[in-house]
Nanobody, 124 residues
Framework: VQLQAFGGGLVQAGGSLRLSCAASGDTFRRSSTTLGWFRQAPGKEREFVSAHRWTEYYADSVKGRFTISRDNAKNTVYLQMNSLKPEDTAVYYC???????????????????WGQGTLVTVSS
């Protein structure tokens, strides 16, 4: 099982980026599989950004600006990031899990598989 994240880069504040994460294996075609995005800024712990399992979940800090979507036929999850802020600067990781319950969907430890991360830098 492998996850590969793409789409990071340098953008000015107020700009947009779209991250993609391609997953291998048929397991992730199931709607019951949770696909998520986390991020880790320098010197900080990895934090939840968004997840998709039947419905969408967002951290308060990105709600209204970020949108998660998935294409099960392509085994791909996307994160559309609009109105980016300098505090969004981080390495973004995609993650997946097959038996995640809703109460733990924001927990790093709940996910079984992780991508390599893609750097997003937002300049002021």
């Amino acid at each position: 099982v492998q996850l590969q994240a793409f789409g990071g880069g340098l953008v000015q504040a107020g700009g947009s980026l779209r991250l993609s994460c391609a997953a291998s294996g048929d397991t992730f075609r199931r709607s019951s599989t949770t696909l998520g995005w986390f991020r880790q800024a320098p010197g900080k712990e990895r934090e939840f950004v968004s997840a998709h399992r039947w419905t969408e979940y967002y951290a308060d800090s990105v709600k209204g600006r970020f949108t998660i979507s998935r294409d099960n036929a392509k085994n791909t999850v996307y994160l559309q990031m609009n109105s980016l802020k300098p505090e969004d600067t981080a390495v973004y990781y995609c993650a997946a899990g097959n038996r995640i319950i809703v109460s733990t969907i924001t927990d790093v430890t709940a996910y079984d598989y992780w991508g390599q991360g893609t750097l997003v830098t937002v300049s002021s």
